[in-house]
């Protein structure tokens, strides 16, 4: 039996999960929405899984911060071309697949 999940219900499993400050709530809000394009695209619903999205996805304020950790992407279109990159709206951040 599946659920339909809207964007509260999303933040709330992140908080059921003591996840909710993993991502912050753009960060969240823009990952729900790639999470809700992407089921769309491939046609199959998707399981909302909190830790392996977690584990799966990593924010990042800047190019400057993720540089720190990945110092292999000068821009940040070397990164797009390595990995998927959520961009938060009105912000400077991003959301990577961690590599």
């Given at each position: 039996?599946?659920?339909?999940?809207n964007f509260n219900d999303f933040l709330d499993a992140f908080r059921?999960?003591?996840r909710e400050?993993?991502?912050s709530y753009e960060g969240k809000q823009a990952l729900f929405e790639y999470e809700e394009q992407l089921e769309e695209d491939l046609?199959?619903?998707q399981e909302l899984d909190v830790?392996?999205?977690c584990c799966e996805y990593a924010e990042y304020d800047n190019l400057n911060e993720?540089?720190?950790d990945h110092t292999d992407y000068p821009t940040l279109e070397a990164l797009?071309?390595?990995t998927t990159v959520i961009k938060i709206e009105g912000t400077?951040?991003?959301?990577?697949r961690q590599f």
């Open positions: 039996m599946k659920t339909n999940v059921n999960m003591g400050n993993q991502f046609g199959t619903e830790i392996g999205l993720l540089q720190q797009e071309e390595a400077q951040g991003f959301i990577i």
